[in-house]
């Protein structure tokens, strides 16, 4: 992302993202040049993306691996979820109010789960991401955009 933004090459860009959703409002901070173009639904946003009416999608990494794997056909050699994404994202839970015994257990099965590795095992047996395909429009250069 450092290099977009170095050889402005990120104002060039755009960047497809699901109507009223997080990205609509993050992404102008990260490219506030680039044109964004907002669509009513994940799955319209991830084809604009692969039919080339947008440089890069924004959305959870989540979703975006679980699109890739459910479209690896289609997508082979045109898409890639960046690792490491550029914004991490945070999740949390939530209970009813005034249950601390339920709220105390969440909190000591959530402290287990991350000392001991199982959140990073769970996510690579539920989500399982093991190839990297690669694309231009991932390796952005000079060709791609027309130089400078």
């Avoid at 601390?100 to 000591?108: A, E, I, K, P, Y």
């Amino acid at each position: 992302m450092s290099e977009l933004l170095q050889n402005g090459k990120a104002d060039q860009l755009t960047i497809a993202v699901t109507q009223g959703k997080a990205p609509q409002r993050i992404v102008p901070r990260f490219f506030p040049k680039a044109t964004i173009k907002p669509y009513a639904s994940n799955e319209e946003a991830a084809q604009a993306t692969l039919k080339g009416e947008a440089d890069i999608m924004v959305h959870d990494e989540i979703f975006l691996k679980v699109w890739l794997k459910e479209h690896a056909k289609q997508a082979q050699f045109r898409l890639v979820v960046l690792n490491p994404p550029f914004k991490p994202d945070y999740y949390g839970m939530a209970i009813h109010k005034g249950n601390q015994d339920f709220l105390n257990m969440l909190g000591v099965f959530n402290l287990e789960l991350r000392s001991n590795g199982y959140v990073g095992q769970y996510m690579g047996r539920y989500l399982p991401i093991t190839t990297r395909v690669s694309t231009r429009s991932y390796n952005i250069n000079e060709d791609y955009y027309g130089g400078d």
